[in-house]
């Protein structure tokens, strides 16, 4: 997974493999008082920090702001899938309702349910 490090204008760039040991060190430096003062786990390990941002929440590795890296983790959404429905709608397959006339949207359920 890619990681990312913000910049003082707000914009994100790619960590190079180069820098991600400095940030992850910077990060488990702070740890110590950190994790306390937040009222959660303290990260100990790198695993740990890649984990972390695994969630899609970034770290602070220094106290300004903008000094915080977090990961990409867009691609790592899973792709809902499409299907069509007896209703002619599509809609994401999980949205899919099965009726008595076939499958439908949510939207047509009540219609197509008569
Ligand atoms: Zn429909």
């Known amino acids: 997974m890619q990681l ?3 910049f003082s204008n ?3 760039d790619i ?3 180069d820098e991600e040991f400095f940030y992850i060190q910077e990060i488990l430096k702070r740890e110590s008082w950190l994790a306390v ?3 959660r ?3 100990k390990t790198k695993e740990d920090v890649l984990d972390y941002l695994k969630t899609g929440k970034s770290l602070n ?3 300004e702001w903008y000094a ?3 990961m990409d983790v867009s691609e790592q959404l899973p792709q809902e899938e499409m299907v069509k429905c ?3 709608h599509t809609v994401e397959k999980c949205s899919v309702m099965s009726t008595s006339s076939g499958s439908s949207c949510p939207d047509c359920y009540d219609r197509m349910s008569m």
Do not use: F, H, N, S
Request: net charge neutral; proline share 0%.
């Open 4 to 6: 990312l490090k913000c």
């Open 41 to 43: 786990a303290q990260l």
């Open 61 to 63: 590795w220094d106290d």
């Open 86 to 88: 007896d209703c002619g």
């Open 68 to 70: 915080k890296i977090k």
């Open 37 to 39: 003062r937040l009222g």
């Open 15 to 17: 960590v190079e493999a």
């Open 10 to 12: 707000g914009t994100w």
